[in-house]
């Protein structure tokens, strides 16, 4: 499975806009890049995916670099309830298993 | 909503003794996938079940721990002579089967602790 590598831990301001990176250079045509939050003392959960282009949910956007070998997770105004783990992780569309395979992920810290 | 239920949060046992965590995933999800999780780390694949075929166990998973899941609708996971390594928050999930669209729930989790 090809790698993603994001930093550990980011801090950002309440209703400030966060911008999350993740770098997947060894990406192919074929991966499809997930995000999903683990908030404390609960299990993760699904946040956002793409391909290609550029996606939006009520939750967050996700920007994918042209090149595809970087994406950000944005989220457009910081909560509190927001402080979680963000976890970046490449899913192969072809692969015949769901399972998801989770690196560190960055800690973000939410201030009031 | 019904989503994906583990039972206990938390348990507590003895070096040597065996435990048994359950899973109630969502009721229409085909694939329901085992997570092992240590302070600070990511969650740890373990091994996945679609419908009641356990398709991928992970090297991880020793023999000491064993999965279930008959009639493809709950699940069990054991782990037998429990050894202090083994604490760890055991995160389930479950999905509906599709293709690149397939998100997995996760569980709150069985946190256990083995003194």
């Known amino acids: 499975d090809a790698k993603t590598t994001q930093p550990n831990s980011m801090e950002s301001n309440e209703e400030e806009p966060v911008h999350l990176p993740c770098n997947h250079s060894?990406?192919?045509?074929?991966?499809?890049i997930h995000w999903y939050r683990q908030l404390p003392s609960q299990g993760p959960e699904y946040v956002i995916h793409g391909l290609t282009s550029n996606v939006n949910n009520r939750m967050a956007s996700l920007a994918i670099a042209e090149d595809r070998k970087s994406s950000t997770l944005i989220l457009h105004r910081a909560t509190l309830r927001d402080a979680a783990v963000y976890y970046c992780i490449l899913r192969t569309l072809s692969s015949n298993t769901g399972k998801l395979i989770f690196g560190q992920g960055t800690t973000l810290q939410v201030k009031p | 909503d019904t989503g994906v239920s583990q039972d206990p949060r938390h348990k507590i046992t003895k070096r040597g003794q065996n435990v048994t965590f359950r899973c109630d995933p969502i009721?229409?999800?085909?694939?329901l996938y085992w997570y092992r999780q240590t302070l600070g780390q990511g969650p740890e694949f373990l091994t996945y079940f679609q419908n009641e075929a356990q398709l991928e166990k992970s090297r991880l998973l020793s023999d000491r721990f064993s999965a279930e899941r008959p009639k493809g609708s709950f699940s069990t996971l054991e782990i037998q002579r429990t050894e202090q390594g083994d604490s760890a928050m055991y995160l389930c999930?479950?999905?509906?089967?599709?293709?690149?669209?397939?998100?997995?729930?996760f569980g709150s989790g069985t946190q256990l602790s083995v003194l």
């Open positions: 009721s229409e999800h085909n694939r």
């Open positions: 060894t990406i192919s045509g074929t991966d499809y």
């Open positions: 999930a479950s999905s509906l089967l599709r293709a690149s669209r397939e998100k997995l729930f």
